[in-house]
């Protein structure tokens, strides 16, 4: 108050436009000292150059507008003319910032509705990946499939805008209790012993695929509570089927989301070794027959 006071006696015997003048300068001077410190603040924080940068930019941004907001109220005359112009520029700067302001929508809906969290397997605009962090503007995952099979990381980290959320389907791989069906199909010939090799597969899928906790059974009981989930038989099965190549033996069972590739991997080593030795269980494969032309040309 005593420094208010200060300045109404010290503005005392100056102009308006005198006045408006040195508080124009003391306000800038004010926001400029505020940048300053946002700044050096910003460059103190651990994080990667990127969020230094955004975020510095950002302040920068957010400081010149308020500043010249401030400008325009004290230069003007009226408070009627200046709300008519802030409200042109509000207009003017959500159409030209409809992506940010987009992003940030979703980040609070992301927030507020929880459809996936940080460490959650997702499927967003045809990418996926293990999320690794969820800011103000961005989803950041670290990518797997794409050329690497069996949903293997590739090493690459995508971002992925959070306005996505309302325009794209979001596949959670994490939401069915942290783990996902997975099948391996087996083409045998049709005169193949089909039923000893099913007989086979199911006693592999019994003492090699994962063993599912009490837990798992339990979460996916309280899922149901939120989602119209009928909890199904989550037991290992072998499936029959009649296709064009062949019998089709299918192993189903259910896996961890991270060992989709190390569990099929120990059944397929075990299907080689118990069935490979196995002279009436034949395996399909498409092949490949070259005819001779004149012995089986048509006169």
């Not at 794409?146 to 596949?171: E, Y």
Request: charged letters at 20%; one cysteine or more; aromatic letters at 10%.
């Amino acid at each position: 108050m005593q420094v208010w006071e200060w300045l109404n006696n010290w503005s005392e015997g100056l102009s308006e436009t005198e006045t408006k003048l040195i508080i124009s300068i003391i306000l800038l001077f004010l926001i400029w000292i505020i940048k300053n410190l946002v700044v050096n603040s910003i460059n103190k924080i651990n994080t990667d150059v990127a969020n230094k940068y955004r975020w510095r930019k950002n302040a920068i941004y957010i400081m010149y507008a308020v500043g010249a907001i401030s400008i325009i109220f004290i230069w003007s005359n009226r408070f009627a003319s200046f709300a008519t112009f802030l409200g042109l520029v509000s207009a003017g700067l959500a159409i030209a910032f409809k992506d940010p302001i987009a992003n940030i929508a979703a980040w609070y809906y992301i927030l507020a509705d929880k459809p996936f969290k940080v460490g959650d397997r997702v499927e967003i605009d045809q990418h996926t990946g293990d999320i690794i962090d969820i800011s103000l503007l961005r989803i950041t995952m670290v990518e797997i499939k794409n050329w690497v099979q069996a949903d293997q990381t590739t090493g690459r980290v995508i971002h992925v805008p959070n306005s996505k959320v309302f325009n794209q389907s979001v596949m959670n791989y994490s939401t069915l209790v942290e783990h996902l069906w997975n099948e391996i199909r087996l083409p045998l010939t049709l005169d193949s012993n089909w039923k000893k090799a099913k007989e086979v597969m199911e006693n592999i899928l019994k003492n090699h695929s994962p063993i599912l906790s009490e837990d798992v059974y339990k979460a996916l009981e309280e899922l149901s509570d939120k989602y119209m989930i009928t909890a199904s038989k989550l037991s290992p099965v072998v499936f029959t089927s009649l296709e064009d190549n062949g019998i089709v033996l299918t192993m189903r069972y259910m896996c961890p989301i991270r060992q989709r590739r190390a569990s099929a991997n120990i059944l397929f080593e075990e299907i080689l070794t118990q069935l490979g030795p196995l002279k009436d269980v034949r395996f399909s494969y498409n092949t490949l027959r070259i005819l001779n032309e004149e012995r089986y040309s048509v006169k």
